[in-house]
């Protein structure tokens, strides 16, 4: 099934999961960092906790800082818990960690042992309680989670209508039903002209006849309400989303995952402003089902945007949103999280979706650049507001990374002119030559030239200010020493500041930036200004240690490192040199130290063309 919206309040450095997994063998671990960052990066998404905090605290990043610490403190147990949860299909057994499951943390205590069997079956299938959502009503009222002053709106008596779009694959039935049921149930009926709904080629067979039932059903009440376009082939949810669009007929299109219930009055004020200007592309707010007990949780409000990487992330609105003092105002936003609502001709004129893109990912950032930097604008609705379900784990589909990174590759060579290179520093991967087949991205090219549009560069001026920029690199990847190629500089626990030599395996830990400025940072490129934690290599007293950079900077302390290609690291104040000392009770025979320089020397993957001279 799709993922659909896993975006985040990812956090980054959760990938140096190496330290709290101690009692793996390297080599376990190894294997075990690529598949957790994948996770992480999908899926982690649901903690149980990160109780939103209220809305008048002012949404302050440090109610942000201190959310991510609450989910950092929460990813020992939720990796160990993910171990014992690998998805299996639901007819395949499982039930071996009956106890252990996070299904049954806060769910399920006085089931019996054979509904907890077949409730963790369907957990581990689905990556949300598929048991307990085929007991709830399909019409279940929940919390309306509007801010105060929502309700006294008023909206033009002549709105446009609105056709809804489901996508989904493999979706248990019953959250298709309820997102159904909660879009007739909160959408003014005159407003709510048809439901598609998109089967990316399923092969639950509850998504065919039952399915078709309930449709047959509703529909003798509401003649043509709901129409189905099955996918004879698996599209992925990108050119779903676009064949649901295709089928589409009412002036407004909503494009939805099928995990989603709609809240009261969601839809008037996006179909307002959508009336009042149809280059504006809108997303509700939302909120969390959660994956266990399916109880709505209030998220803060927020706007959305992007990473390097192009991984979605929530962001505290903009400062001059607070200073409106009201909370029902619109927030401008940088980017799209996945699932929002477009006036159905504009849609295509200004693009569609990339179709080129496959499977998964990046296909919000490249619409979101594409509407700002072509005239358009995208708006969160703090009125609008939608609850969907984080999963707790990815089902058992392909390894959705390698899709992500080629999509965001395909954003960066059509929209981002020469910040392109950003994206792939975060990936980590070479500009020329990087082995990745993006496919043809003329069309697109044509497409923007065409619509004339603006400048990547105009866009982080005037749309996406917080997003930091790292025009001064001039070289990424690992960092290898000559004495052992096969150990890698890695940021090490994250507990404890102090890099580590670790075998190489190029993931973000080991990621390595040298800068016009001889500073090298280490681990994620922090992505907006909002979350200052860029860690930087510094000579503490002969020590070497990753600190902020801009604390290090701010007190003067040695973080400037000459380096060039195939030769030393030598800290420009205290001249000590970075090296590989031998350690034999080290399991790799050397330790990373600073000492009077020896002639060992380093290599760094690739190095940037320095634009600017
Ligand atoms: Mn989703």
């Known amino acids: 099934m799709y993922l659909g919206m896993a975006c985040a309040r990812r956090t980054k450095s959760l990938v140096s999961t ?244 709609f809240n009261a009055g969601w839809a008037e004020p996006i179909l307002q402003r959508i009336k009042e200007d149809r280059t504006r592309i809108v997303s509700p707010s939302f909120d969390n089902i ?20 192009l991984w979605c992330r929530y962001l505290n609105p903009p400062k001059s949103w607070w200073n409106l003092a009201n909370h029902t105002a619109p927030i401008r936003s940088p980017a799209l999280i996945g699932c929002f609502v477009v006036d159905r001709e504009y849609f295509e004129e200004i693009g569609l979706l990339d179709e080129g893109m496959e499977v998964y990912g990046g296909e919000n950032v490249e619409l979101s650049v594409r509407v700002w930097q072509c005239g358009g604008s995208v708006e969160v609705l703090p009125c609008a507001r939608v609850a969907h379900i984080e999963r707790a784990h990815k089902p058992y589909t392909e390894d959705l990374t390698a899709h992500v990174r080629r999509n965001a590759l395909r954003v960066a060579e059509v929209w981002m002119d020469d910040f392109k290179s950003h994206v792939y520093m975060a990936w980590n991967i070479p500009q020329e030559d990087s082995g990745i087949n993006i496919g043809d991205v003329s069309e697109r090219k044509a497409l923007r030239k065409r619509l004339q549009c603006r400048t990547f560069q105009w866009y982080l001026e005037n749309v996406y200010p917080e997003m930091r920029v790292y025009t001064s690199t001039v070289a990424y990847g690992v960092l290898q020493n000559s004495l052992r190629s096969d150990l890698c500089l890695d940021q090490g626990p994250d507990t404890d500041n102090i890099p580590i030599l670790y075998v190489c395996h190029g993931m973000t830990p080991q990621n390595v930036y040298y800068t016009s400025s001889q500073q090298l940072h280490m681990g994620v490129l922090s992505p907006t200004i909002d979350d200052d934690d860029n860690k930087c290599l510094v000579d503490v007293n002969g020590k070497p240690r990753l600190l902020e950079c801009g604390y290090a900077r701010a007190r003067r302390m040695k973080l400037e490192w000459l380096f060039i290609q195939g030769g030393a690291i030598q800290n420009k104040k205290s001249k000590r040199c970075l090296e590989l000392k031998e350690k034999s009770d080290s399991e790799s025979g050397y330790q990373l130290a600073l000492q009077q320089c020896s002639g060992q020397s380093w290599s760094i993957t690739n190095l940037l063309v320095d634009r600017s001279s």
């Open 18 to 261: 190496c330290v709290i997994l101690s009692g793996m063998t390297n080599i376990a671990c190894l294997l075990y960092v690529g598949w957790v960052t994948n996770y992480i990066a999908n899926v982690y998404v649901r903690t149980p906790e990160p109780v939103p905090e209220k809305k008048a605290d002012g949404g302050g990043k440090g109610g942000e800082t201190l959310r991510i610490i609450e989910r950092l403190n929460r990813l020992e147990s939720v990796v160990n818990k993910h171990i014992q949860e690998t998805p299996q299909k639901p007819d395949e057994g499982g039930g071996s960690s009956l106890s252990d499951s996070s299904l049954f943390t806060r769910w399920g205590r006085d089931l019996s042992p054979d509904g907890r069997r077949t409730a963790l079956m369907q957990f581990q299938y689905y990556g949300y309680n598929g048991y307990l959502s085929d007991r709830l009503a399909l019409d279940r009222p929940i919390p309306d989670l509007r801010p105060d002053g929502c309700r006294n709106l008023s909206y033009a008596s002549q709105l446009p209508q609105l056709s809804i779009v489901f996508i989904f694959v493999n979706e248990a039935l019953s959250v298709v039903l309820r997102s159904i049921c909660s879009a007739i149930r909160r959408t003014p009926s005159h407003l709510l002209k048809e439901i598609i709904l998109v089967d990316d080629n399923s092969s639950n067979e509850d998504l065919k006849g039952n399915l078709q039932a309930f449709v047959a059903e509703t529909n003798s009440q509401r003649p043509g309400l709901i129409r189905v376009v099955r996918h004879t082939k698996r599209e992925g949810l990108i050119r779903a989303r676009v064949s649901g669009w295709r089928a589409a007929t009412a002036p407004v299109v909503a494009l939805f995952d099928a995990h989603v219930e």
């Open 290 to 309: 959660k994956y266990d007990t399916f109880e709505v949780e209030e998220y803060p409000l927020s706007a959305q945007g992007f990473d390097w990487e």
